[in-house]
């Protein structure tokens, strides 16, 4: 399997990866700010950094999610199993209190189990010969 890092492939730290990053989206948002899913595609990218720091993840951004591979447990099941949990969760809200927050996490863990598929499915070797960091 490969391994991700939360540093570039330049060796820019994760300060500065997330100030160039941060200024991208913003140029990005301007040129797309009539699309309805751009903002909403930039939220879940910040709440899943943000989550990656809570989690301890420092050298891989998948750490947290893969760990469960120790228990027993395939990692992108895992991420169903905190879907159906999140669904759940939302049967019981009343109005749109804590709504859109679930709905993101939803997507979120949606987007982990898909980069576990990935990141189980590519050989160790794949990123190094496509050329990529």
């Not at 200024?23 to 699309?35: A, H, K, Q, V, Y």
């Not at 903002?39 to 990218?45: K, M, S």
């Not at 050298?59 to 949990?85: F, H, M, S």
């Amino acid at each position: 399997m490969k391994t991700l890092t939360t540093t570039p492939h330049s060796g820019r730290s994760t300060a500065e990866y997330s100030a160039q990053s941060e200024r991208l989206l913003g140029e990005l948002s301007d040129l797309l700010r009539d699309d309805p899913y751009w903002g909403i595609c930039v939220r879940l990218w910040r709440l899943l950094s943000r989550k990656r720091g809570y989690y301890g993840c420092k050298d891989n951004p998948l750490e947290n999610a893969l760990g469960v591979r120790a228990d027993g447990i395939e990692p992108w099941r895992y991420q169903v199993a905190r879907v159906g949990e999140k669904c759940r969760r939302l049967r019981g809200l009343a109005g749109t209190i804590g709504i859109r927050e679930t709905l993101m996490d939803i997507a979120g863990h949606a987007v982990v189990a898909v980069a576990c598929v990935e990141h189980e499915n590519e050989p160790e070797d794949s990123a190094v010969a496509a050329g990529s960091p």
